[in-house]
């Protein structure tokens, strides 16, 4: 059972509503049908997830291809692993910021006053963002193909990765929504993930061999979930096979979970 809050206009008294789990996936559902709805009308919010992937497979293609693998070809199926899981994550930041720029707005305070549940909107835009992260790993895949990137794994080991990329970024929305409930605002919630981001991405297997960097460097990138899991996007789409990194990136999915939906929730129910 979830509890809505619902405040009755002209009065100082609030109304508990109980919600049923049904009830609850429903307003649920319909959260996230308003958040699609607003980037249809405002489709520039998918920019990022339309133009980086494209910009990005062209630019360090180009620019890395020749001297890390000989030539564009043999560079193909080493960055668009890479490009895609750097995309994707980038992507997942979008969820706090939009979050926390709602909650400026006030919207969360027009939500009080209806009998839905009150986890409906947090819920509703985490599914929402799901959709972001189709469009990029689609685009991803066919600028790689357009470019002469065809896949030894087949096509159902390029469904697969593009499942585990897709969990993978839902499960890491979950922290910059938790810093968009307890951020200030939505540029601080951008800034700082950025901080965590960036170093990930760039401080992984995605553009370079690991072996071409200083020891000291080859360790942390070694540790780094992104780099587990750009490893298991490579197994599955050049070899079409499942290896560690795949079980790893799952466990870590897994592992922020457990952490940051407790503590997201709690946080939002405070403020909720």
């Known amino acids: 059972m979830a509890t809505s809050t619902m405040i009755i206009p002209g009065e100082k008294r609030v109304v508990k509503n109980h919600t049923s789990l049904k009830q609850t996936i429903q307003n649920s559902l319909t959260m996230a049908g308003r958040g699609l709805i607003k980037v249809r009308r405002n489709p520039e919010q998918l920019f990022d997830v339309i133009i980086q992937p494209i910009l990005f497979t062209l630019m360090f293609t180009y620019l890395f291809g020749g001297a890390i693998?000989?030539?564009?070809?043999?560079?193909?199926?080493?960055?668009?692993?890479?490009?895609l899981a750097q995309t994707i994550v980038t992507a997942s930041v979008v969820t706090g910021t939009q979050l926390r720029e709602d909650m400026d707005k006030g919207v969360f305070d027009r939500f009080k006053s209806l009998p839905i549940a009150r986890i409906a909107p947090l819920a509703g835009a985490l599914i929402a963002d799901i959709v972001r992260y189709v469009i990029a790993t689609g685009l991803t895949f066919c600028m790689g193909y357009i470019m002469g990137f065809r896949p030894e794994g087949g096509i159902l080991s390029i469904l697969a990765a593009s499942l585990l990329v897709i969990a993978f970024a839902w499960c890491l929305s979950w922290i910059f929504a938790f810093f968009g409930v307890i951020a200030r605002s939505a540029s601080s919630v951008q800034g700082f993930s950025m901080i965590i981001l960036f170093p990930l991405s760039f401080l992984s297997n995605a553009f370079v061999p690991v072996n071409t960097l200083p020891e000291w460097l080859q360790w942390f990138v070694n540790v780094n979930p992104i780099s587990h899991l750009i490893t298991a996007i490579r197994d599955l789409v050049n070899n079409g096979t499942i290896g560690v990194?795949?079980?790893?990136?799952?466990?870590?999915?897994?592992?922020?979970?457990?952490?940051?939906?407790?503590?997201t929730v709690r946080a939002y129910m405070r403020k909720a």
């Not at 693998?69 to 692993?81: C, E, R």
């Not at 990194?245 to 503590?263: E, K, R």
């Open 69 to 83: 693998a000989g030539n564009v070809a043999n560079y193909l199926p080493i960055i668009i692993p890479g490009i």
């Open 245 to 263: 990194d795949f079980w790893l990136s799952i466990v870590g999915g897994l592992v922020i979970l457990a952490i940051f939906v407790p503590l």
